[in-house]
């Protein structure tokens, strides 16, 4: 018996997607045609010309061509003279902020450190002064200009400017620890506080916070610094070109046989107008108290010595008139910074640690992993050894992270 032809749908179905899958095919092919038909060059051009960018207005003009995303671009060339001959935006300063190294100005080059200081008519090793101003974020660095007849006597001179990069917390002095405010007064810094106990900032200046000022007032705080970088928490921040010069020269000036170097910091220029502003602040009072201290350098330029009497910063002019027994019943004493800390003492292990490793014989540093015969035959032939130049077991040192893997 013949079999009757199968007219399943199935059938049909396979059919169906089968034309779909070769009209699918056939726009595909289509639509790749069209595009490179209309990509060819133009009649009247020659095949091999490139085609040229609408780089062209109506005027005639030339626009520019931007480049890469992520390279460094170039200043933008454009035709008008008058915008050529603007200068170029400066970058926006705030207080207690200024842009990094590679955009300052005036950032120091070693080099140049000799010619500076011989244009001024100054030398390396000279006595130094720094003031501060904090509404200024500036640091002023002043040297002595010693006088031909006797070169411990003459005026100070102003070195250098320079920007401080950043500085946290507000006007006014530090309080506590952990505020993170930069201090305001009167601080000496002696040979140990050139960056001896900071191993971040190795080239830095320690401020002595808190001096005897401070402690009458039971301020604390702790490596107040003025340092490299452009990251402060109660410390000044220098970009590390210029602490580089700035640590040269107060290296030099102890050299020199300067013993402390005196740094005031005010939280601005202490006129009687600036003060008169800001009659009804928090800090009028102590910063009327440094207001003589700031007028008596501005004046003179030179350092005036300033004592602590009562909990007030007093110049010593004003107390030449009494004896010394009147001084120490008013408990006046030259400013002083915070005593110099001891270094931590050295590891102390326990006894029976120590009984344990002066029983130890010679030390065998392994490197290789203990899983391989040639590095077990190698450890026992070095134990072998050990055994023979000392009656104490061997200690061993594993070397590698894979020594101790079996």
């Not at 500076?116 to 090793?125: D, P, V, W």
């Not at 830095?204 to 107040?224: E, M, Q, V, W």
Request: proline share 8%.
């Amino acid at each position: 018996m013949s079999r009757k032809p199968n007219n399943d749908r199935s059938g049909r179905g396979r059919k169906m997607v089968t034309g779909l899958i070769h009209l699918l095919m056939i726009a595909t092919v289509i639509g790749i045609w069209a595009g490179v038909f209309f990509t060819m060059p133009a009649a009247g051009r020659a095949p091999s010309e490139p085609v040229q960018k609408r780089s062209q207005t109506k005027l005639g003009q030339t626009k520019p061509v931007l480049p890469a995303v992520g390279k460094r671009t170039p200043p933008l060339q454009t035709s008008t003279p008058q915008l050529a001959a603007l200068p170029a935006p400066e970058p926006s300063l705030q207080a207690g902020s200024f842009p990094l190294v590679d955009y300052q100005p005036q950032t120091p080059s070693s080099k140049a450190l000799a010619r500076a200081l011989k244009a001024r008519g100054l030398t390396l090793g000279a006595p130094v002064f720094i003031r501060i101003f904090k509404q200024e974020a500036r640091l002023e660095l002043w040297m002595l200009r010693r006088l031909s007849e006797n070169r411990n006597r003459g005026r100070y001179v102003l070195f250098k400017a320079y920007k401080i990069c950043k500085f946290s917390g507000r006007l006014g002095p530090k309080l506590f620890e952990g505020d993170k405010q930069a201090p305001e007064g009167i601080y000496t810094v002696s040979n140990w506080q050139l960056g001896q106990y900071s191993a971040r900032w190795p080239r830095s200046i320690n401020l002595g916070f808190p001096n005897n000022f401070d402690r009458a007032f039971g301020r604390t705080g702790s490596h107040l610094l003025i340092h490299g970088g452009c990251s402060s928490s109660g410390c000044f921040a220098m970009t590390n070109a210029v602490m580089d010069e700035i640590h040269e020269i107060v290296t030099a000036a102890f050299r020199g046989g300067q013993k402390r170097v005196y740094v005031h910091a005010f939280p601005f220029r202490l006129t009687t107008a600036a003060l008169k502003r800001r009659q009804r602040h928090r800090w009028y009072r102590f910063w009327r108290s440094l207001q003589p201290i700031y007028e008596a350098f501005e004046q003179s330029h030179i350092v005036p010595a300033v004592s602590v009497c009562g909990g007030a910063y007093v110049l010593d002019q004003r107390l030449q008139r009494l004896s010394l027994r009147d001084r120490k019943k008013m408990g006046c004493e030259p400013v002083r910074s915070a005593a110099k800390p001891p270094f931590p003492a050295p590891y102390a292990a326990p006894a029976r640690v120590r009984e344990r490793q002066r029983r130890w014989g010679p030390t065998i540093v392994v490197r290789c992993n203990l899983k391989r015969p040639t590095c077990r035959r190698w450890l026992a032939l070095q134990r072998k050894k050990a055994r023979a130049k000392s009656k104490y077991p061997p200690r061993l040192v594993y070397r590698c992270r894979t020594c101790r893997r079996r």
